[in-house]
C-alpha cells in the first residue's frame, strides 16, 4: 500500500494498518473512528457499499480466500455487517463524488477516479476538486499544511 504525502494529509496514513485493518471495509465496522473520514449522510450507502465490494469478492475467490476470512471476522463481531450481508446486495459501486469530513478543513467534496488491478483486489484512487471551488482551495491548504494542525 502506498499514499503521497497530500494522501496522507487527506485520508490519514493507512499504511500503518496490518493484517485484517489494512481492509478500508473491514476497518469501517471494526472501529468506529474511522468513519469519522466521511460526511455522515454517506455512511448508510458505504456500509452497503463495503458488504457488497466483500461480497463479491468473497464469490469471486472463495470462502477460503483473504476476504472469507475478513468476512468471517465481520460477521462474528458486528451485528450491523451481519444485517447488511444477510440482504446479499452485490454491484454497489462507489460514487463518483466523495464527501470528506477533514478534522482541520472541515468538509470537502471531491471527484475520485479509481484504477482497478482485478487479480490483485488493489485500486489506485485518484482525487480531484472543481478548480475554484471552496473544496479546490481546501485542497491546496491541505497540500501546504500537510498532516500539521491549524489550533
Known sequence: MRQTALGVALTGDTTRYSGPARSIGYRWFSDPA??????????PFLTRMWVSGLREVVTLRGPGSRAGHLADLLLAHSGEFRDVW?????????NEVKHFVHPELGALELSCQTLVDPRQSHSLL?????????????LQLLSVIGTQALH
Open 34 to 43: 474511522s468513519r469519522q473520514l466521511y460526511a455522515p449522510e454517506d455512511h
Open 86 to 94: 444477510d440482504a446479499h446486495e452485490v454491484g454497489i459501486r462507489p
Open 126 to 138: 485518484v482525487y480531484t476538486a472543481v478548480p475554484g471551488s471552496e473544496s479546490h482551495e481546501k
